[in-house]
C-alpha cells in the first residue's frame, strides 16, 4: 500500500519555527556576494560575451582572417534566398516533430508498459536504455553499416519477400532524413523512458486506486490521474527534446553530411559546413542565430505557460 | 498536494536558463571571434633566448596517414641545425584551423598545405613568408617551369612544392587480362569497353560518393579536360565562365552517357569502400588518385595499373590531373628563416627520395636529381603519364575552393540522381556559384 506519505508535512513542523520572510530580509554578508560574483563573471565571460559576439559577428562577413566587414542586414537576406537553408529549416521543423514526438511517444508507451512489476522487467530497461551510452558518432557509424546496401536491414525485407522495398536508404533523397531520424529516435527513446518511469515512480498509486474503485477504466486513469501527476517530467522532457532536436548535429554529420545534395540537411549540419569548411563564419553566425531564435520561441512560449499555469495553482 | 515544481522551473530561473542557452547556441562565434588580428597567443611561452628560438622550428603538417605521417617524422629526424616539432591535425581540422594559423602572433614556423589558388589566397592576405630565394638559389631552383608557376603570387613564391600525385582509370592486371580486354585510347573504345564489360556482368565504374560526394567532381574534372580542354577548365572555375553554358551541357552530356555503367552501390559508398568490388573482381575501374591504392590489399598492390581518361576531342591539347602538396612559411611565425630552411632541406633531392621511398602511397618528386630507378613500376608509369601531358591541373577544391567544390558537389549528386534535369540543376549551380564568387 501508499507508503508515501506526503514528506513534505512531515518535514514541516521542524521547519515551519524559523520565521521565512526574516530570513529574505537578513543582510547578506559581502563575502557571499564575492562569491556570487565570481561565478557570474566567469558565465559573463563564457557565455554571454562569445554570444553577443556571434549576434554581431551576424552582421558581417568574415573568412576568419584579417578584419570582420560590417554589412548589415545582408548575411539575413541571403539565407532568404538561400535553397539550402530552406531546405534545412524545413528538415529542421520535420526534425524537431519526428524526433521530439516519436521518441516522446515511444518514452511514455516504453514506461508505463515497463513501469508494472514483470519478470526480467530490469532486463527489458537496461536494454532498451543501452544506446543512450552510445555516442551519438558511434550511433552513426552502427546504423550506416545497418543501412548499408548489403546490410541488415536489405536483407531482411529479402527474406520477408519485400525485396521490392530495398534501398540505398541513406543515398536515396527521399529516405535519407527518415533513415537518420530512425536511428536518433532508437537512441534517444531509452533516455525519455528513463526519465518517464522517474516521473511514474513519483505518482501516487492510492490516487489511481481511488479512481479504479469510482470506475474509471484504465484509459481514462492514465489520463485524467497519471498524465497531470507527470505535468513537471513533461516540462523537462519537451525542453529536453527541443533542445536535442536543434542542435542534433553529429549524427546527421556521421551518417550522410547533410547528403545527398544537401536533401538531409539540418540548420545545425549546414552552419558546421559553413562556419568550418567554407569559413563563412558571418553566415554561420547568422545561421546560428536563427537556430538560437527557434529554441528560445519553442522553450519560452511553452515553458512560460507551464510557469504560469503552476503559480495558478498555488 | 499540488504537483508545483519538483524541477524548480520557475519564470526567473527560465529567463536565466535561455540566456545560458543562447551562449550554447551560439557558441562557434566566439571561436571566430578570439582569433582577430588583435587577438593574443593562446599557446607559447614566449620565452627562450634569441639563440634557442632561432633553433626551434615548428611543422604543423596534417599528414595524418600512418605512411606518410611516419615517413615526415623520419625525414625531419635528419635535420641537424633545428629543433623541429612535428604537429599533426586531421585533414578537416587542419583546413579549419587554418587562417587561425597563420593569423596568430606565433603562428607555425612551416606547414603543410597544397599548392595553387588555395595558397594564393593566404599569399594575397600577407599572411605567408615570401620564400623566392629557395627558387633563385636553393633546392626549388631547379624545379620545372610549371610547377614555379604554380608557386608564384603577384611575382614572389610562397610555396615550395616536394611531390605531387596523379589521377588515372585504376584497374586489376590480372582481372583484365581475365576478361579479355585491356585500356583504351578513345572515347569510342571506352564506350565499347564499358558494354563489353556490362555484358559480362562485371560493374564497368566504381566510385565512392557516400557523406560528401566530392568524388563525383573527379570524372567532371576529367570529362571538361577532355571535352573543353584546361585552359576552360581553370577559367570556369575562376567564375570566367558560366556553368550553365553550352560548353559544360557538353561535359553534362558525356557524363550522362557513362552513368549507367556505375556499380549502383556507388551512391552507398565512400571512397574507400569503392576498391572493394575491384579486388573482389566484381566491377573493374575506378577513377581516382593514387592515394588509393592503399585501399587495395597488400596482395593485389603488384597487380594495379591504370590508364588515362580516354580522349574525346583530338584537339583538344591532353591534360591531367597532378594535385601538388608541399610546404608554405607563415609571416607571423617567430622562427620564419627556420622555416625557410626546413621547407628547403624537405624539397631536396635527397629528403623527397626518403620521404616516397617511407610512405606507402605512390607520390612523385618535384626535385629533378631524385633518383627514380628504384621506384615501382607503377610509379615509373605515372612519372611517364605526367611528363608526357600538354597541361596539368590540379583538382575541383585545389583549383577553386572548397566553397565552389560544395555547389559541385550538390550539383552533380542531383545530376546523377536525375539526369534529365540538367537544365535547371546548371542554372542552379550557376546560382549557387555566383554568391561563392561575389563575397
Known amino acids: 500500500m501508499s507508503t508515501s506519505a506526503p514528506p513534505a508535512t512531515a518535514a514541516a513542523p521542524g521547519e515551519g519555527r524559523r520565521p521565512r520572510r526574516s530570513r529574505l530580509g537578513r543582510r547578506v554578508p559581502p563575502v557571499v556576494w564575492f562569491f556570487l560574483l565570481v561565478p557570474l563573471a566567469v558565465e559573463l565571460f563564457w557565455v554571454f560575451w562569445p554570444a553577443l559576439n556571434s549576434f554581431w559577428l551576424s552582421t558581417t562577413t568574415w573568412g576568419g582572417v584579417g578584419v570582420a566587414e560590417p554589412v548589415g542586414t545582408a548575411n539575413y537576406e541571403r539565407l532568404l534566398a538561400d535553397p539550402i537553408f530552406r531546405t534545412a529549416l524545413w528538415n529542421n521543423v520535420l526534425w524537431v516533430f519526428g524526433f521530439g514526438g516519436l521518441s516522446v511517444v515511444g518514452g511514455l508507451a516504453l514506461a508505463v508498459a515497463l513501469n508494472q512489476p514483470r519478470r526480467f522487467v530490469g532486463v527489458y530497461r537496461t536494454v532498451i536504455f543501452l544506446p543512450m551510452v552510445i555516442s551519438m558518432a558511434v550511433t552513426g557509424l552502427f546504423w550506416r553499416i545497418v543501412y548499408a546496401p548489403g546490410g541488415p536491414v536489405n536483407n531482411t525485407l529479402e527474406l520477408v519477400g519485400l525485396g521490392h522495398l530495398q534501398q540505398q536508404w541513406l543515398a536515396n533523397p527521399d529516405t535519407a532524413l527518415g533513415a537518420v531520424l530512425v536511428a536518433a529516435v532508437w537512441r534517444q527513446v531509452g533516455y525519455i523512458m528513463v526519465l518517464y518511469l522517474a516521473g511514474l515512480k513519483g505518482c501516487d498509486p492510492s490516487l489511481e486506486e481511488a479512481a479504479a474503485v469510482d470506475g474509471a477504466n484504465a484509459w481514462q486513469r492514465f489520463w485524467r490521474v497519471v498524465m497531470p501527476?507527470?505535468?513537471g517530467v513533461n516540462t523537462v522532457i519537451f525542453a529536453i527534446t527541443v533542445i536535442?532536436?536543434?542542435?542534433?548535429?553529429?549524427?546527421?554529420?556521421?551518417?550522410t553530411r547533410g547528403g545527398p545534395f544537401n536533401q538531409s540537411q539540418l540548420l545545425s549540419t549546414y552552419m558546421f559546413e559553413q562556419a568550418f569548411s567554407y569559413v563563412n563564419l558571418g553566415y554561420a553566425s547568422a545561421i546560428a542565430v536563427v537556430i538560437f531564435a527557434l529554441a528560445i520561441l519553442f522553450i519560452i512560449t511553452y515553458v512560460a505557460r507551464q510557469a504560469r499555469a503552476e503559480e495558478d495553482d498555488l | 498536494m499540488n504537483h508545483s515544481s519538483p524541477f524548480g522551473i520557475t519564470r526567473r530561473n527560465l529567463l536565466l536558463g535561455s540566456a545560458g542557452l543562447a551562449g550554447s547556441a551560439v557558441l562557434t562565434g566566439c571561436v571566430g571571434a578570439g582569433a582577430g588580428p588583435a587577438a593574443q597567443p593562446s599557446t607559447g611561452t614566449g620565452g627562450g633566448t634569441p639563440a634557442e628560438v632561432a633553433r626551434e622550428v615548428v611543422l604543423q603538417s596534417n599528414m595524418q596517414d600512418a605512411g606518410p605521417r611516419q615517413a615526415l617524422a623520419d625525414v625531419i629526424g635528419g635535420v641537424s641545425d633545428f629543433d623541429v616539432t612535428i604537429n599533426t591535425v586531421a585533414t578537416s581540422q587542419f583546413r579549419a584551423q587554418l587562417p587561425t594559423y597563420l593569423t596568430s602572433n606565433q603562428a607555425p614556423d612551416v606547414l603543410t598545405w597544397y599548392a595553387g589558388s588555395v595558397t594564393n589566397s593566404f599569399a594575397e592576405e600577407g599572411l605567408l613568408y615570401d620564400v623566392s630565394e629557395l627558387w633563385e638559389s636553393g633546392n626549388a631552383s631547379g624545379f620545372s617551369d610549371a610547377l614555379k608557376d604554380l608557386s608564384t603570387y603577384d611575382g614572389r613564391q610562397y610555396f615550395v612544392p616536394t611531390n605531387y600525385y596523379w589521377w588515372a582509370l585504376f584497374h586489376r592486371t590480372s582481372s583484365f587480362e581475365e576478361w579479355g580486354v585491356s585500356a583504351v585510347e578513345t572515347w569510342d573504345e571506352f564506350m565499347g569497353l564499358l558494354d563489353n564489360l556490362q555484358t559480362r556482368g562485371v560493374a564497368p565504374l566504381t566510385t565512392g560518393l557516400a557523406n560528401n560526394a566530392?568524388?563525383?567532381?573527379?570524372?567532371?574534372?576529367y570529362l571538361d579536360l577532355r571535352v573543353n580542354g584546361a585552359d576552360f577548365h581553370r577559367e570556369l572555375l575562376a567564375g570566367q565562365h558560366s556553368f550553365n553554358s553550352d560548353e559544360v551541357r557538353a561535359v553534362m552530356a558525356r557524363y550522362a552517357?557513362?552513368?549507367p555503367y556505375f556499380h549502383p552501390d556507388s551512391l552507398s559508398w565512400d571512397p574507400?569502400?569503392?576498391?572493394?568490388?575491384?579486388?573482389?573482381?566484381?566491377?573493374?575501374?575506378?577513377l581516382v588518385g593514387t592515394f588509393a591504392t592503399a585501399y587495395w590489399p597488400e596482395d593485389q598492390q603488384s597487380d594495379l595499373d591504370f590508364f588515362s581518361v580516354p580522349t574525346i576531342d583530338p584537339s583538344i591539347p591532353s591534360a591531367e590531373e597532378a594535385p601538388t602538396d608541399g610546404f608554405m612559411v607563415a609571416a607571423n611565425a617567430r622562427n620564419p628563416e627556420g622555416g625557410k630552411a626546413v621547407a628547403d632541406y624537405l624539397a631536396s633531392a635527397a629528403a623527397q627520395q626518403e620521404f616516397i621511398e617511407k610512405a606507402v602511397s605512390p607520390n612523385l618528386p618535384t626535385h629533378p636529381d631524385v633518383d627514380t630507378a628504384g621506384f615501382s613500376p607503377l610509379i615509373q608509369k605515372g612519372l611517364e603519364l605526367l611528363n608526357g601531358t600538354d597541361q596539368i591541373t590540379q583538382f575541383f577544391n585545389r583549383d577553386s575552393n572548397d566553397e565552389l567544390q560544395g555547389t559541385a558537389d550538390t550539383a552533380l549528386m542531383r545530376f546523377i540522381n536525375a539526369p534529365g534535369d540538367v537544365d535547371v540543376?546548371?542554372?542552379?549551380?550557376?546560382t549557387a556559384a555566383e554568391q561563392v564568387f561575389s563575397q
Do not use: C, G, K
Not at chain 1, 244 to 255: A, G, K, Q
Not at chain 2, 214 to 221: E, K, L, R, S, V
Not at chain 2, 425 to 430: C, N, S
Open chain 2, 272 to 286: 574507400q569502400q569503392a576498391a572493394a568490388p575491384i579486388a573482389r573482381n566484381e566491377a573493374a575501374m575506378y
Open chain 1, 244 to 255: 536535442d532536436s536543434l542542435r542534433t548535429f553529429d549524427i546527421v554529420w556521421v551518417m
Open chain 2, 257 to 259: 552517357e557513362i552513368l
Open chain 1, 229 to 231: 501527476q507527470l505535468a
Open chain 2, 425 to 430: 540543376i546548371l542554372a542552379d549551380w550557376q
Open chain 2, 214 to 221: 566530392w568524388m563525383a567532381a573527379a570524372w567532371f574534372d
